[in-house]
Every structure is written in C-alpha cells, then in structure tokens.
C-alpha cells in the first residue's frame, strides 16, 4: 500500500456507490461499529454487516456486492478474524485493485499475504491515537510528521472500543488498576489458544491479592471478544442462583416466585447465545457449580483462594504486587506521596492489592503524613493481630484497624455501625435496621452523616436506602473483635436488631412483605453461624484443670425467643415465595441448633419441623412430609398433657383419649394462644398428609375436628379458622360431596374478602375451589370465569410459575378441555408443564398431573399416539412417586386405558381397568364418581348394554 496521503477521490476505477466496506469477524463486533461510526462522522459512506444486512438476507451475496461496490475494504484484523476463513475470498476481491486497508485490533500476527502492506494498530491506545491512525490509514487526513503516540512503551490510558456488549453486568473498572500485564497477557493467551466449546481459567490468590479487580480489567479491556459478559457473586449458592436470576431478567425470561427455576433457565439459555464470558468471582466450594456450569460458545474465568479449584480449569495465580506497581498505586490515589515516602507504606502492607487500596484511601483522607501513618499502621497491627490466627499480612488488618480506631473517637455512632455491620452478609442492609444505633426511629435520616465517615475511610458503601460492607472489611473487623471483650456484645447487638427488624416485618404469607424480607432473610442465616462460631457446645465439659464451667458461653446462652422467631419468619418466607432449598437449609440449621429437652425451646422446634415437613411436601415428598407432622402433632399432645398435669389439680391427664385434646383445644387453658394455633396447624398439616396418602375420610374427620376447634376457639373470620375451613372443603370435594364443598367454599370466600383483601393468596385459594366446585356442578363457563381471574391475579401477584400459579392455571386450562376448546387447553398445558418442570421438576407429583392432563389434551385432537406416550410416562412416574392406589395415579391410569382402547389394544386396555376398578372402588368407594365412571367405560368395553 502506497504511503503519504491517500483520499478516497484517488480511487477512482470503480462505480463505488460507498466509500468503505468494512470486514470483520463477530467477536469484534464493537471495534468495527467504532471504525464505521468514525469514518460517517468524517463524511464518508461506510457499509457494516451489522447496520445493513437486514433479516433475511443472503449473506454471501450481501458481501459481494459491497466488495464490489465500495471503493475500499477495511479488514480489521484480529486472531478471531483470520481463524475465521470468508477473509480470503474478500481479500482477493480487494487485492488486486489495491483496495485494502488492514487494521489490527488485537494481538495477532498478519498472515504471509499480506506481507507487502503496511497496517496500523488500533488496540491499547487512547481515543484520539486510535482515531488518528485510522484517519490516516483510510487517507483522509495526511500524515502528520509528529510523534502521536507518547514515550514508547508507556502504558496505555484507555483501551477500545469503548461500547460494551448489551448483555453486560460488570464492576466498575478500578481507576487506579496497574500492573498485572504479564498475568493479563497470559490469561488471554489461554483463552485464545483453546478450541473448546466451554473454555474455562481459574485465577487462584489469597484473599486481598485483586482476584476480583484483576478479572473486572479482563472483562473491560477485552470486552469487545464477547456478546454476553455477566458477573456471578459466587461465594454461596444462593449468590450464584441470584446472579442468574438477574441474568433471565435481560433476556427478558417471565417473573418466577422460584429463584433457582427461573435462574437456572437463564443458565440453559445460554446455549444458544454466541461469544460469552460468565465470571465467578469468589468462589469458596468448586463443587457448589456443579449445577450451575454453562455449556455453549463462551468462556467462564473463575476467581478462588484455595488451589482446589484447579478441578475447574487451569489455574493461573496471582502472587503480590510489585514494589513499584503498589507504589504507584499509593502515589496515584494520595497524591502527596514522595516516591521514596510510598515505597515504605508499601512494603509494610506487604504488597496486597486490597492493603494498599485501602491505605490508600487513607492516606488521601486529610493527606495525612507517611511517617505518623507508618507508625499508626505499626501499633494498629499489634494491637489488632497480637496472635494471628488467619493468613492475611498484618498490613490488611492495619489498615482496616487504622479506619476504625479513627472512627471510634471522631464519630462513634459511624464506628459502631462499622463493627456492628461485621456481622450481617456481605449483601446489602436496609439502613433503617442501623437507624437504632444513632438513637433514631426507623427510617429516620440520622444515621446520614455517619455514613459519610463510613464512605471516607472506605469501610462501607451506601447505595441509597441500603449500606454494604465488603466481606473482607467484615473479616478484618471480626478478627479485629476477636482479641476485644466487646467482641460478643457487638455480636448481641446484631441479633437484636435483625431479629426487631425481622419480626416486625409480618406474615411471611403475605406477598407485600416478601421484598421486605428479601432484604433480611440473607442476614438472619449469616447471623446465626457468627453466633454458633462464637459459643461453645451446649454440652461442653467443664475445664480439665479447674473443673470449672468454660467462659464461652453456649448458644442457647445468646440466642434469644426474638431471634428465634425471626428465623422461623425467615424460613416460611423462603417457603411461601418458592425459594425451597434455601428454606430448607435454614430450617435443617435451625433445627439442629433447638434440638434438646429444654421446654423453652420446644415449642420453636416444633414450629420448624412442620415448616421442614412443610418444604418436603412441596417438593413432592408427601408420604414423608406426613410421618414427620404426625410426629410432630404427638409432641404437641404429649406437651399439653405434661402442663395439664400440671395445672389439673392432680387430676390424671393422661386416660384422655388424643383426639380430643384438638378438640377440647379452647378449654385446655395450658397452651399459649400462639401454641394453640401451631397445634391446629399441625393438625391440619396431618389432615392434608392423609389426603395426599389417599386416606380422604380420615383426612375430612381430622380436619373437622380441627376447624370445630379453630372456630370456637378464634372465631368464624379468623384467618386460621379460615385456613382450616378452605382445607376442609378440598376434603369434601375429594369425597365428592360437591355441594357441601361449594356451600363452605362460598362462605369462606366471602370472609376472606372481607378480612385479607381480593388479592391475598389465601383469598385466591378459596375462589379456586369455588370454581373447582362449580366445574364439578356442571357449571363449566362460571368455573373458567373464575379459575380466568384467580390465574391472572396469581400471575400478577405470585409471578407465573408459583406453584400455586401453576395450580390454579391448570384448573383453567382443564375448563378449556371440558368446554370443548381442546386446542387452547394444549397450549396452556404445553406452557404450565414446561414451567412445572423448571419449578418442581419432572420427578414431582403435579409435574406428573399436568402431564396426564396435557395427554387428555391429545386425546381428543386426535394425536393417540403421542397420548400414550404422554399417560404412559405419567403412570409409570405416579406409581413410584405416589404408589399404585393413590387417586392421582388411578386418574392416570383411567387415560392411558383408554388410550390402548383407542389404539386397538383391548385386552390390555380391559386389564388396567379391571385393575383399576378394584383400587378405586377400595380407595374412593363403589359411589363415587371416578369409580363410576371406570365402571362404566370397563362395561363399553366388554360391549354390555
């Protein structure tokens, strides 16, 4: 290529219809929107695939005729590019007539045929040298005879293009990042030398040592080689579970009550986008994503303390900075700093990215003085780590001391926000927990000028109406504590705000607290492991030496009924929104931690395991969801029999037969109200256990007994009362005594309304089975008019694939099939069985409902083939999950004999209703309706009249 000025006018030979043409691969997308943006702004016609090749359009045709119509062709060379392979029909369509421009974008090496001409490069250098070369290389500017690009060798100021992908959730870039380019260079050629689909590097160094800052740079400065890039706080499964469910929300997936199903979804979708990088920072159990590795056309980069996560991919470490380099960064961020005053600071902070960060930072705080910080840095360390216990260099916890003594004279609320925040999650706080540390109401704004030292002396950062502080400033802080007797007094001072916070919220069932609890819930698990960490075993033996009690006190010393509430709050929460196995792990915790005789306590543990036997049952494991309520509701008769012995006079309690204990409830006089309620909830918990058992008589008297006593006791509008009256209903449906059904239905709707509101998801329960029961009654168009509001307003209120969402649409979808409209049931269907296995999945009973349902379906559009198939997958998976004689499965198995039937296999199809009939006649009675109607269709088959 000719040098000296080169302007497009100079090209003539062609009927050019546009000036530039500019070639690329995918992967630098970014750069080449850069390259067409700058050439339209400096006047001239540019075509780019990714403006003007509209939908639709034959690519290679596409290409040619540009090739044919520009009058030059930018390649914009990279790795990525020349693997690509369409650049050399395009070169040698632009060769001959010298109308080729080679840029280079990225490191790569330009292959043999371009050997005679001469290219610039773009990348690693700031925006006005960037522009000017391209504008030289295009000739439209003529060469310049100055130097443009600074000192050789200099580190770059900026590095292009500058656009970042659409999908994209990256930190901040750190504005004082230096260094590190041996390592940068070598995690890029990793990534670029692999042909795997999944391509995957670890980044391992010990805490402080920029793992994060250094894979947030990664992401900035190579942005433009992915599509997708998405930042995943990795440290514990719900953070990744979060991070992914805020991925489904930018691919636009629907709303979830259920976390971990609509993340996992956005992880699936991955597979079909193109050119990603998924970061997992901090990553504390390699095997915790196991569940959650993507596969597709991307690259992961993990970030790790523990060598271990070699097993994730090849590990590059990252040891200390440079003397020099954390110099600079001292110099850079305190600008007083002497280059022989910051090389000291620097070595005593041993090097660590995070130390000299966060001296740093105070050091540009009032420009305090190198020698006076070097020797508070100095008494800092002695006096917070006397006896190091953990692996971090004494200039860490220097540092974050330094702050915090600060703090404690110059603004004592801000430093027992700062320890006290220590122990809550390294996630967001709602400020108006901390209001009461400033003697402030709720919500008040006292707490605003404090958070300003916070923020100076970077020990925390508040984002509007929430404060966080970084988990490694909360590590140092602990530790810090630890040698402080005021250690455990800040730790008590956490609980009791959590746990006021917490209870106060409300009920947990209620969907308008769930983002309120959101915020908390979080805390209350990391609250809960500081104090079991703090305490010793309630059984611990006394000192050897002195036979004396230990000092350190036993959990049960610090836990407190308050706190003990707010984590059963906090479990039912995670229950009621769908976040199952986040309930569970809190509830299992809890658990073994108010294991014991005390009677103070058992109470709360009996609360917890009916929320635990409350979580199985919903994830579709009934028959032990059932064992553990009956063992539960015996605990709860065996403890009001021992305070009635107590109270009765002398008089002997224990000849009363147990069922009347529920039903004498009211008069018993020993059980606290609370205590009373949980009773009927157990009680009814163990009635829906037998319904779910198939023991549908027993369950409707056990319920009875429990609504009688609820009713007498609370009153008709009481929402237990209320609770108890629903649940009796489904009982009577189930028997088929419809009308009774309805009539209770109709009367606990009305209440409802009246009590909880129209929207409340108890008020939804009821106008369910009301349209349940009036479908049954053969009013069919009122039943979908119905079951139409409860889907919509469930849909709005408990998002769209709740599992009460998903119940109630399935009602709806059944209307459809009754009223004939056989096609708009399929696709209903279709939809809830896909998001049933998203939240259950498929090894769960009402997945295998919906399923049998969706055969129904087509059955009757004639597909009876695909209908086998459907009800054969559904028997088998209702027998093993619910057993042979449990109504559900004898539904089933009802279809899929007529589907033989349909299919010309009468004998078979005989067979499985004569099976059928049997069981259905022990489990339901010769009456009812389902038996009946296999009766009727064993009687067609065998052609009687």
């Given at each position: 290529m000719p040098s000296g000025d080169r302007s497009t006018e100079d090209r003539s030979g062609t009927d050019a219809t546009v000036d530039f043409f500019i070639s690329y691969t995918a992967?630098?997308?970014?750069?080449?929107?850069?390259?067409?943006?700058?050439?339209?702004?400096?006047?001239?016609?540019?075509?780019?695939?990714?403006?003007?090749?509209?939908?639709?359009?034959d690519i290679v045709g596409w290409v040619s005729a540009q090739l044919a119509a520009a009058r030059c062709t930018i390649a914009l060379l990279s790795e990525a590019y020349l693997a690509a392979g369409p650049w050399s029909r395009e070169w040698t369509s632009s060769l001959d007539v010298d109308r080729l421009i080679p840029l280079r974008v990225a490191p790569c090496d330009p292959p043999p045929t371009l050997a005679g001409l001469s290219s610039e490069d773009l990348f690693d250098v700031d925006a006005p040298t960037a522009r000017r070369r391209l504008l030289k290389a295009a000739g439209i500017v003529p060469v310049q005879r100055v130097a443009l690009a600074g000192f050789p060798g200099a580190a770059p100021v900026a590095h292009f293009p500058a656009r970042l992908p659409k999908v994209w959730n990256v930190p901040a870039r750190y504005r004082w990042f230096v260094g590190r380019d041996r390592e940068m260079t070598d995690l890029r050629r990793r990534f670029r030398d692999e042909r795997l689909d999944v391509v995957t590097q670890v980044v391992q160094g010990m805490g402080g040592s920029g793992k994060t800052r250094f894979a947030a740079e990664y992401a900035h400065r190579f942005a433009a080689d992915y599509q997708l890039v998405w930042w995943i706080s990795a440290e514990t499964p719900d953070e990744i579970a979060e991070s992914f469910d805020e991925l489904a929300t930018e691919f636009g997936l629907p709303e979830d009550v259920d976390l971990v199903s609509r993340a996992r979804r956005a992880l699936r979708s991955l597979r079909s986008q193109p050119d990603w990088l998924l970061v997992f920072d901090n990553v504390t159990d390699p095997t915790a994503l196991a569940r959650w590795w993507p596969s597709g056309n991307g690259h992961v980069l993990v970030t790790a303390r523990s060598r271990s996560a070699d097993a994730l991919g090849e590990l590059l470490s990252l040891g200390d900075l440079s003397e020099a380099e954390a110099a600079l960064v001292l110099r850079r961020r305190a600008g007083h700093l002497t280059e022989a005053a910051a090389a000291p600071i620097a070595r005593a902070l041993g090097y660590l990215p995070l130390a000299v960060d966060q001296a740093a930072a105070y050091l540009a705080v009032g420009r305090t003085d190198p020698d006076v910080y070097l020797r508070l840095l100095d008494r800092g360390i002695s006096?917070?780590?006397?006896?190091?216990?953990?692996?971090?260099?004494?200039g860490v916890c220097g540092s974050v001391t330094l702050a915090v003594d600060a703090l404690r004279t110059s603004d004592p609320v801000a430093h027992t926000v700062a320890i006290t925040l220590s122990y809550f999650a390294p996630a967001p706080v709602p400020l108006d927990v901390l209001a009461p540390l400033a003697e402030a109401d709720p919500g008040s704004d006292a707490l605003v000028p404090h958070l300003h030292a916070l923020d100076r002396y970077a020990l925390a950062e508040t984002d509007g109406p929430v404060i966080q502080m970084h988990r490694f400033t909360q590590q140092v802080i602990r530790d810090q504590l630890a040698q402080d007797e005021k250690k455990l007094g800040t730790l008590l001072r956490a609980r009791d705000l959590l746990a006021t916070a917490v209870t106060r919220v409300g009920d947990p069932e209620d969907p308008t607290t769930w983002p309120r609890l959101s915020a908390l819930t979080e805390h209350v698990s990391a609250l809960i492991a500081y104090l079991r960490r703090a305490t010793?075993?309630?059984?611990?033996?006394?000192?050897?030496?002195?036979?004396?009690?230990?000092?350190?006190?036993?959990?049960?010393?610090?836990?407190?009924?308050?706190?003990?509430?707010?984590?059963?709050?906090?479990?039912?929460?995670?229950?009621?929104?769908?976040?199952?196995?986040?309930?569970?792990?809190?509830?299992?915790?809890?658990?073994?931690?108010?294991?014991?005789?005390?009677?103070?306590?058992?109470?709360?543990?009996?609360?917890?395991?009916?929320?635990?036997?409350?979580?199985?049952?919903?994830?579709?494991?009934?028959?032990?969801?059932?064992?553990?309520?009956?063992?539960?509701?015996?605990?709860?008769?065996?403890?009001?029999?021992?305070?009635?012995?107590?109270?009765?006079d002398g008089r002997d309690a224990t000849s009363v037969p147990k069922d009347s204990w529920v039903r004498g409830l009211a008069d018993l006089g020993v059980l606290t109200e609370g205590e009373q309620r949980e009773m009927l909830l157990s009680a009814d918990a163990v009635a829906s256990g037998l319904r779910d058992t198939g023991q549908r008589a027993t369950a409707r008297d056990r319920r009875r007994d429990a609504y009688d006593a609820a009713y007498?006791?609370?009153?008709?509008?009481?929402?237990?009362?209320?609770?108890?009256?629903?649940?009796?209903?489904?009982?009577?449906?189930?028997?088929?005594?419809?009308?009774?059904?309805?009539?209770?239905?109709?009367?606990?709707?009305?209440?409802?309304?009246?009590?909880?509101?129209?929207?409340?998801?108890?008020?939804?329960?009821?106008?369910?089975?009301?349209?349940?029961?009036?479908?049954?009654?053969?009013?069919?168009?009122?039943?979908?008019?119905?079951?139409?509001?409860?889907?919509?307003?469930?849909?709005?209120?408990?998002?769209?694939?709740?599992?009460?969402?998903?119940?109630?649409?399935?009602?709806?979808?059944?209307?459809?099939?009754?009223?004939?409209?056989?096609?708009?049931?399929?696709?209903?269907?279709?939809?809830?069985?896909?998001?049933?296995?998203?939240?259950?999945?498929?090894?769960?009973?009402?997945?295998?409902?919906?399923?049998?349902?969706?055969?129904?379906?087509?059955?009757?559009?004639?597909?009876?083939?695909?209908?086998l198939r459907t009800h054969e997958r559904g028997h088998a998976q209702a027998v093993a999950l619910l057993g042979a004689d449990h109504p559900d499965t004898l539904h089933v198995a009802h279809n899929l004999a007529r589907d033989l039937e349909s299919l010309g296999r009468t004998d078979e199809a005989a067979a499985l209703l004569r099976d059928t009939l049997t069981r259905r006649t022990a489990v339901l009675g010769a009456d009812h309706t389902e038996t009946r109607r296999t009766a009727r269709k064993l009687t067609e088959l065998a052609g009687e009249p």
């Open positions: 992967v630098d997308q970014t750069w080449a929107e850069w390259v067409g943006a700058e050439l339209e702004h400096a006047g001239h016609r540019v075509q780019l695939r990714a403006w003007d090749l509209l939908v639709g359009m006096h917070a780590m006397p006896q190091a216990t953990f692996n971090y260099p004494p010793g075993p309630d059984d611990r033996p006394s000192d050897t030496a002195t036979h004396q009690p230990s000092n350190v006190p036993a959990y049960r010393d610090v836990e407190t009924p308050e706190l003990r509430a707010a984590a059963l709050v906090a479990g039912w929460y995670l229950e009621h929104s769908g976040q199952l196995d986040a309930a569970r792990r809190l509830t299992e915790t809890v658990m073994g931690l108010w294991s014991g005789p005390e009677p103070g306590i058992r109470p709360d543990m009996l609360r917890a395991a009916r929320l635990w036997a409350s979580i199985v049952r919903r994830s579709g494991r009934p028959a032990e969801a059932h064992g553990r309520n009956q063992e539960v509701l015996a605990e709860w008769h065996e403890l009001a029999r021992q305070r009635h012995l107590v109270v009765a007498a006791a609370f009153g008709p509008d009481d929402p237990l009362t209320l609770r108890l009256a629903n649940n009796l209903a489904f009982d009577l449906y189930g028997l088929d005594d419809v009308q009774a059904a309805h009539d209770l239905d109709d009367q606990t709707l009305r209440r409802r309304r009246a009590v909880l509101g129209d929207d409340h998801p108890d008020t939804l329960a009821s106008q369910f089975g009301l349209a349940r029961d009036l479908r049954s009654l053969g009013k069919v168009t009122a039943a979908r008019e119905q079951h139409a509001d409860v889907y919509a307003r469930a849909c709005r209120v408990l998002g769209d694939s709740h599992p009460e969402t998903l119940r109630f649409g399935k009602a709806l979808a059944v209307d459809r099939y009754r009223l004939g409209d056989y096609a708009e049931a399929r696709e209903l269907h279709t939809v809830l069985l896909e998001r049933a296995r998203n939240t259950h999945g498929d090894e769960h009973p009402f997945t295998v409902r919906v399923a049998n349902d969706l055969g129904l379906d087509q059955f009757r559009l004639g597909d009876l083939d695909e209908a």
